[in-house]
């Protein structure tokens, strides 16, 4: 009986917990924060809790080797590109397609292929940056929490992205003649031909809300996983349907609008990450009056414009494929309800966003309400 206790007291010390299955919780760890955090954010323990449950819906081996295999892919379309034999094949991901004599650029469909092709590009980017900038950044910073250093990270990926091509839309809708003007948006249709610079940010901007609905499916969920993941169907379908219809003025006005508040947003969640409460709350101000005058304003000016005046502008429902023309009462209608769609989930949003500003002015501080289903699970595993 003594031998057997004496292995029983002996055995329960040994029985560390699996570093390949820690869950995602505040920093529980084995060794030190300096050791701990070493370790790539593709970790293992990120994405797979103590009891083997995987904590995201994408295919594990796709989440932890999702750097290796992106610029892998980069790597040889690449090599493909600037192989003479292979260069046909490799040349619609890598550079834009149907350029005219004139210098401007048509359109067709390898043009989704250059989209795809920069999914792949923003997964690497994404993963790179969280990993080897943001990452060393919070830890130098002094913070040890692992769910905070993930949410650091991924909001500074999106800040970054956002801040980038609001800038770049906000310099292609400036230098237009529809600036301001949204009945313009819907003139000189079909507008079929578009500059190089115009085209890649099109482009650009489809492959990445397509790589968001892959983000929502490696992230662990949230509260709002599921009107996340209809806004980023309804923009993609938006993105689509205004690019194969030839309406690319109002696509490109409404992705400015939309990437303004986006980027304050990411910003302000990212001093919160760093610890500074106060000025959280004042970048919260400033976004949620970016997000009311951007979202609730701007946006209602370009809807009211698309149900009264769209198809006077345009001269009546008509489809002449060899013109461009494709505008009948189908594709108006399609517009429309994804219009109004985008509409429903802001209004949505906005509810939470007041919420928050109520915890601001009552002296609580803004929190992330996307992380609410986290928080919950992070208390009951702890009482358990």
């Given at each position: 009986m003594t031998k057997k206790a004496s292995?029983?007291?002996?055995?329960?010390?040994?029985?560390?917990?699996?570093?390949?299955?820690d869950s995602i919780k505040d920093l529980v760890h084995i060794g030190d924060d300096s050791t701990f955090f070493r370790c790539s954010l593709e970790d293992r323990r990120n994405f797979v809790a103590r009891d083997g449950k995987k904590l995201v819906q994408a295919p594990l081996f796709l989440v932890l080797w999702q750097k290796e295999i992106t610029l892998a892919l980069i790597s040889l379309s690449i090599f493909f590109y600037y192989l003479p034999s292979t260069r046909p094949y490799a040349e619609?991901?890598?550079?834009?397609?149907?350029?005219?004599?004139?210098?401007?650029?048509?359109?067709?469909?390898?043009?989704?292929?250059?989209?795809?092709?920069?999914?792949?590009?923003?997964?690497?980017?994404?993963?790179?940056?969280?990993?080897?900038?943001?990452?060393p950044?919070?830890?130098?910073?002094?913070?040890?929490?692992?769910?905070?250093?993930i949410r650091f990270c991924e909001q500074g990926y999106c800040f970054l992205y956002y801040l980038v091509f609001w800038v770049l839309g906000c310099y292609i809708y400036r230098t237009s003649g529809y600036w301001g003007h949204e009945e313009q948006l819907f003139e000189h249709y079909p507008q079929y031909y578009m500059s190089k610079l115009f085209k890649?940010?099109?482009?650009?901007?489809?492959?990445?809300?397509?790589?968001?609905?892959?983000?929502?499916?490696?992230?662990?969920?949230?509260?709002?996983?599921?009107q996340m993941f209809a806004h980023h169907i309804v923009t993609c379908s938006l993105i689509s349907l205004s690019y194969c219809f030839n309406f690319l003025r109002?696509?490109?006005?409404?992705?400015?609008?939309f990437?303004?508040?986006?980027?304050?947003?990411?910003?302000?969640?990212?001093?919160?990450?760093?610890?500074?409460g106060k000025i959280c709350d004042y970048l919260f101000g400033l976004f949620m009056a970016s997000w009311i005058y951007s979202r609730h304003y701007l946006f209602y000016r370009i809807l009211k414009v698309v149900v009264i005046s769209a198809p006077r502008i345009i001269g009546g429902f008509h489809v002449d494929l060899?013109?461009?023309y494709i505008f009948n009462e189908k594709v108006?209608?399609?517009?429309?309800?994804?219009?109004?769609?985008?509409?429903?989930?802001?209004?949505?949003?906005?509810?939470?966003?007041?919420?928050?500003?109520y915890r601001v002015f009552s002296g609580e501080g803004a929190v992330d309400s996307r992380s609410d289903n986290e928080e919950e699970a992070d208390e009951d595993s702890k009482k358990k």
């Open positions: 292995k029983g007291k002996q055995h329960k010390p040994t029985r560390t917990k699996t570093t390949g299955q619609p991901f890598v550079v834009l397609s149907y350029k005219e004599s004139s210098g401007v650029y048509g359109k067709g469909p390898k043009d989704l292929l250059f989209s795809l092709f920069w999914v792949v590009i923003f997964t690497a980017i994404r993963s790179v940056v969280m990993d080897y900038c943001f990452r950044f919070i830890l130098f910073y002094g913070i040890r929490k692992r769910k905070i250093v890649f940010y099109y482009l650009v901007q489809f492959g990445f809300w397509l790589q968001q609905l892959y983000v929502l499916h490696v992230e662990q969920r949230r509260a709002d996983h599921w109002v696509g490109n006005a409404i992705l400015y609008i990437d303004l508040s986006d980027y304050i947003l990411s910003g302000s969640k990212m001093i919160k990450y760093l610890g500074c060899s013109k461009g108006y209608y399609a517009f429309i309800f994804l219009l109004f769609s985008l509409q429903i989930l802001i209004y949505i949003w906005f509810g939470m966003i007041v919420k928050v500003a």
